[in-house]
């Protein structure tokens, strides 16, 4: 069985600092993806990432970085600088590499508000 | 753009009432999804499309049906909604049907059942 976990359920910051969301998972699988969505007050479910269990090289994207650590099964996403944009709820989310359909196991999220 | 469109943003219907939900997509994908996604949770797959080839969840109910007429829509119906119905319903496409894929949501469609 798969699981994914965000413990994090709500983060407040003032914008420009630092904030990490965390995300850790569970899986039997050899090989697996890992993905970050973002979700603002609109409700489209917004692609940021897609991450394959054989590349642990961190990743940077502007303002964003993420950092995977399979030896602690966790796959952690930083937003640098953060702006009041950023306010959205961030689902960390798992899929199979093998199996014939796309099976996406999502965590709970985490609501992140980014004040002034 | 290319890009996944859901119809209409927002939809109120009446207890019992069936109702219809659509998606588009212009990416040319093969396989459509269509999650339930309720108040502060995570989307739940309801089922999925690929091509023609329908695959229900185990866990969704009976209420709820999918018709796919091409590769570019994809329809949810519900056929008498009850209170607990009410939710955002979002559509996703991904190129191909295979572990690891790359999901491409809509904005969703956001039910309110009376």
């Known amino acids: 069985a798969q699981k994914v976990t965000q413990a994090q359920t709500e983060i407040s910051v003032v914008e420009k600092e630092d904030v990490t969301l965390d995300c850790v998972y569970e899986t039997r699988d050899t090989t697996y993806y890992l993905f970050w969505y973002k979700q603002p007050p609109s409700g489209e479910l917004v692609f940021l990432i897609r991450r394959n269990s054989f590349d642990e090289q961190n990743e940077i994207s502007g303002r964003y970085s993420w950092n995977f650590q399979k030896s602690t099964s966790s796959f952690n996403f930083t937003i640098t600088a953060s702006q009041v944009v950023d306010s959205a709820v961030y689902f960390c989310a798992l899929s199979p590499r093998t199996g014939t359909a796309s099976k996406l196991t999502f965590g709970t999220g985490t609501r992140l508000q980014v004040t002034l | 753009d290319a890009m996944v469109i859901q119809n209409p943003r927002y939809q109120v219907t009446q207890f019992g009432k069936p109702v219809t939900l659509s998606c588009s997509q212009t990416?040319?994908?093969?396989?459509m999804y269509w999650y339930q996604q309720k108040s502060s949770q995570a989307p739940k797959l309801l089922f999925h499309?690929?091509?023609?080839?329908?695959?229900n969840e185990a866990d969704t109910p009976d209420n709820f049906q999918s018709r796919r007429p091409n590769t570019s829509f994809c329809f949810l119906d519900i056929r008498s909604p009850g209170l607990g119905d009410a939710a955002m319903y979002l559509c996703a496409t991904s190129g191909r049907l295979a572990g690891g894929e790359t999901q491409y949501f809509g904005p969703g469609t956001r039910l309110l059942v009376l």
């Open positions: 990416l040319n994908h093969n396989v």
């Open positions: 499309y690929y091509d023609k080839d329908f695959n």
